[in-house]
């Protein structure tokens, strides 16, 4: 459902959370941004250095190693908060009604419970590369300049934890739909026509002419 989605906003507390927690996201979704544009430019520095002084940027290969988590994961709550994970809506996208709701808060659910995991393996790993006694704070790093890796893996388990607060807020959006019968609920992306996706893109495309 990429790109098919809304969320919809009242006045609710449910709301209000969730338009909070969508700011952290957001500035988790910048940053992420901002490393793959950094890494754009840290190949453009090494492309240059090997074509022009025939001396690449040291330690590039170990630049993206550390960097791929900042890149990969950490705006992963902001895209399921708008619906961009890819997921098959073949069966779910036929359901309405409470029938619609009962399946999205299943399939909410198994991601809440394999995101935990996630969280708990992933702290595991910050755990045993961490060690204030150790140069840099690290047990391990990378093989060409020594770059210590917790703090490259300490992206993971704090995105995940974000990803877990925003599952547990879609949960109570669709339990507060499933039991009330909600048409429309908030807090949680809903799928759109392609008539409404059409009018959407042509709204944005329009402001930025404006």
Known sequence: MAGSSAVLSDTSTLSRLDRGLLKLETVFAFLSG????????????????????????????????????????????????????????????????RALWAAEWLTTFGILVLIVALVW????????????????????????IGLPLWPA????????????????????????ALVMGLEHPVAVPLVQSVAEQAAEEAAHIQGHDD
């Open 34 to 97: 901002l490393g793959a544009f950094a890494l754009m430019m840290l190949a453009v520095v090494s492309v240059s250095g090997r074509n022009l002084f025939n001396e690449p940027l040291r330690g590039y290969v170990d630049w993206i190693e550390t960097a791929m988590p900042l890149i990969a994961i950490l705006g992963i709550s902001y895209v399921q908060r708008q619906g961009g994970h890819i997921r098959m809506d073949i069966v779910v996208g036929k359901l309405r009604g």
């Open 121 to 144: 393996g992933s702290w595991a790993h910050v755990d045993r590369s961490f060690d204030m006694t150790r140069p840099m704070w690290s047990r391990d790093s990378t093989i060409d």
């Open 153 to 176: 893996k300490l992206i993971v388990p704090v995105a995940f934890t974000v990803m877990s607060l925003r599952l547990l807020l879609q949960l109570w959006g669709y339990t507060r």
